[in-house]
């Protein structure tokens, strides 16, 4: 379980653990494979856009959640097409499904590895990178309660 929250895993080793992920475990995994992605970039000023959302997934609310994340940065002046190919490459080597899209602008998808799915798009504003949780055992508004106290 560990290799997979610290995306380390091939993309086998996120649907076979993702029932014995805590909400907690899924949502530092998203966050974490969000923000290192940030850092392969030479671009300054990554904020993100607000804390981790949880949300129900599945079938039956109250059973199971997940949660999206995502951060931007101001585009740097360099080649956006070799920054999303940098993005692909590192999200191919922690086990995701990965395609690219070039028109209008360049965008990356990703699916599997340690999340359920990511994106990279390079514009036309902002970079963006947002992702989904794994969807795992836990209830949307009892998390919500805990964190709102």
Known sequence: MTLCIAAISASGCATGQAASLS???????????VENTSK????????WD???????????SGERVNYT?????????GDRAADAKKVADHWRSLGMD???????????YATGGPVEGLSFSTGPGDYHIAGTSLCVPGDAAEIRKQDNG
Do not use: F, H, M
């Open 23 to 33: 909400p907690d475990q899924a949502r530092d995994a998203l966050v974490s494979t």
């Open 40 to 47: 392969i970039l030479d671009v300054e000023g990554w904020t």
């Open 50 to 60: 607000g804390a981790p959302e949880v949300g129900n997934c599945g079938q039956r």
């Open 69 to 77: 994340y995502g951060y931007g940065a101001p585009p740097p002046d």
């Open 98 to 108: 990965v395609r690219t899209v070039e028109k209008p602008v360049v965008v990356v």
